[in-house]
C-alpha cells in the first residue's frame, strides 16, 4: 500500500550514458513534482505536472525530460549525464497546493 | 517573489530539552505553510502544516508551530526532544491557488543524551 513510489532507488551509470527513473502514485493526487536534493540537502524543485500537463519547469537542462503518460505516472528521463547530475531526485504528489507525499528517493551517482 | 529562510543550519539540543526550529518567510500573499521532516535515507514526510483558521498547529510526535502574520514566521517547536527526533527539518511555502513549493535549506537537529 505504497502511497509514492520510485525505481531504481540506486542509479550507478557513467558520464554521458542514458537512464530514466520512474515514478507512481496510488492516492488519486492531481499534481506531481521532481525534486533533486544535493549533498547540502538543499531541495530544488524541477518539474511540476498537473492533470498531465507540464506547469512547472524551473530552468532544468534540456537533458532532463519528463513524461506524465496519465496522472498516476511521471517519469524522469536524462540524456547524456554528467557529474553534476549526481544527487538523490525525489518524486512528490499533492493534491493542488495542498501538503505533498515524496516518494523514498533515488540516488544517482554518475562516475 | 516567495522565499523562506531557516535560521540555523544545524541546532543541537540535549534529550529532554526544548526544540526550537525557526522559519521566516516572505510572500505577496497569505501562503500555506509547511514543516516537513527527513530522516536519514528517506523521503521527506509532513509534521503539520498551517492553511487557514486556527494559527497554532499541532503537528506529528509531539511538535507544533504557529503562524505569525505580523513577524512571517512559522517556527516550529516541542517542548521535550527525544532521540529520535534527530532529523533534517524542512520549512515550505506555498502561495494558495499555486503549485510551486519553495523549500526552505533545511535545519539539522541532533539530540544529545
Known amino acids: 500500500d505504497t502511497a509514492v513510489s520510485q525505481t531504481p532507488k540506486y542509479l550507478v551509470t557513467q558520464m554521458g550514458n542514458d537512464k530514466s527513473i520512474k515514478c507512481e502514485q496510488n492516492l488519486g493526487h492531481d499534481t506531481m513534482y521532481w525534486y533533486k536534493q544535493d549533498s547540502k540537502k538543499f531541495l530544488k524543485i524541477m518539474f511540476s505536472?498537473?492533470?498531465?500537463?507540464?506547469?512547472i519547469n524551473e530552468t532544468v537542462p534540456n537533458r532532463f525530460s519528463p513524461k506524465s503518460p496519465d496522472k498516476a505516472h511521471l517519469n524522469l528521463h536524462i540524456n547524456s549525464l554528467e557529474l553534476g547530475d549526481s544527487a538523490v531526485y525525489f518524486c512528490?504528489?499533492?493534491?493542488?497546493?495542498?501538503?505533498?507525499?515524496f516518494g523514498p528517493g533515488t540516488r544517482l551517482t554518475v562516475l | 517573489a516567495q522565499s523562506v529562510t531557516q535560521l540555523g543550519s544545524h541546532v543541537s539540543v540535549s534529550e529532554g530539552a526544548l526544540v526550537l526550529l525557526r522559519c521566516n518567510y516572505s510572500?505577496?500573499?497569505?501562503?500555506?505553510l509547511f514543516w516537513y521532516v527527513q530522516y536519514p535515507n528517506q523521503g521527506l514526510q509532513l509534521l503539520l502544516k498551517?492553511?487557514?483558521?486556527?494559527?497554532l498547529v499541532k503537528g506529528i510526535n509531539g511538535f507544533e508551530a504557529e503562524f505569525k502574520k505580523s513577524e512571517t514566521s512559522f517556527h516550529l517547536t516541542k517542548p521535550s526532544a527525544h532521540m529520535s527526533d534527530a532529523a533534517e527539518y524542512f520549512c515550505?511555502?506555498?502561495?494558495?491557488?499555486?503549485?510551486?513549493?519553495?523549500f526552505g535549506a533545511g535545519t539539522r537537529l541532533f539530540v544529545k543524551a
Open positions: 505536472y498537473n492533470n498531465k500537463e507540464l506547469i
Open positions: 510572500s505577496s500573499v497569505p501562503p500555506y
Open positions: 515550505a511555502v506555498t502561495l494558495t491557488g499555486g503549485f510551486k513549493t519553495i
Open positions: 512528490a504528489s499533492s493534491q493542488a497546493e495542498h501538503e505533498q507525499f
Open positions: 498551517y492553511t487557514t483558521g486556527a494559527t
